[in-house]
């Protein structure tokens, strides 16, 4: 019997959103399925070396705020010079005390689950991104490649 297959384009390059595709991943390739996530646009922030990824407040209504500044504190406030940083800094913080591991760890996770990580080409080229800033163990393909995996899966998620 063939394993089910699981299907996600990543899109978004945000701290938050970095977590999906990963923890959905593994936990696929943990249950024995063949996994393969497609990062296009934003989403290869996730794939880089490096990845320095923040947390906006700002269009997230629904990101729980700390003190219940989400009750009482302007909207237009989370703007302000330094709002990104703060808040991003809270979210790291909240998620190492709550034991929750790290992007790297997570990534390096599906690696060694084979989950098959690949990188829009069209995005690399589109924005003249230099392939030694990704990580190891990634293939470059363009939609076209992916689609044929993605009309096979089981699930199909877009993150």
């Known amino acids: 019997m063939e394993p089910k297959k699981l299907a996600i384009i990543a899109t978004k390059g945000s701290l938050d959103w970095a977590y999906p595709p990963f923890i959905l991943a593994s936990t696929a390739a943990a ?79 599906c690696l060694e689950a084979e989950v098959k990580m690949i990188a829009c080409q069209m995005t690399v080229d589109l924005f003249d991104m230099p392939k030694d800033e990704f990580i190891d163990g990634i293939e470059y393909a363009g939609a076209a490649a992916f689609f044929e995996f993605a009309g096979e899966s089981d699930i199909c998620l877009y993150i």
Do not use: C, H
């Open 31 to 109: 249950l024995g399925y063949e996994v393969q996530v497609f990062f296009t646009f934003y989403g290869l922030q996730l794939l880089k070396k490096k990845p320095n990824l923040e947390v906006t407040p700002l269009g997230n209504p629904g990101m729980p705020m700390p003190m219940g500044m989400d009750k009482w504190f302007p909207v237009l406030g989370l703007a302000l010079p330094g709002m990104q940083g703060m808040m991003t800094a809270m979210m790291k913080r909240k998620m190492k005390s709550k034991g929750v591991a790290g992007i790297e760890e997570l990534r390096e996770l």
